[in-house]
């Protein structure tokens, strides 16, 4: 069976990635983060400290409360890929 797409948890920052013509590489360079930080944020993997947050919106020069807020669907597309490895693991 293919991999689900993958949606990002916060659509609005991975939408001004595309916008502004932004690379992961360079967003985590402006915002003072490892590239991979980014990248395990833009998947839901973490969550961004209050610090971080503040840093990406003012590289980007937007909003930190639209460019955070979260996709719900796609958190619960991911609880359900977690829950599906789970069961196919202990299966």
Known sequence: ??????????PELS???????????ELAAAA???????THLLRGRMRPSPALRARIAEA?????QE???????AVRAAAERFVTRAMAANA
Request: proline share 10%; glycine share 4%.
């Open 67 to 73: 460019l955070f807020t979260v996709d719900e669907d």
């Open 60 to 64: 980007l020069r937007r909003d930190e």
């Open 15 to 25: 939408a001004e990635l595309a916008r502004q013509g932004l690379s992961h590489t």
């Open 32 to 38: 003072d983060c490892a590239p991979g930080t980014l």
């Open 1 to 10: 069976m293919p991999a689900p797409t993958r949606r990002p948890f916060y």
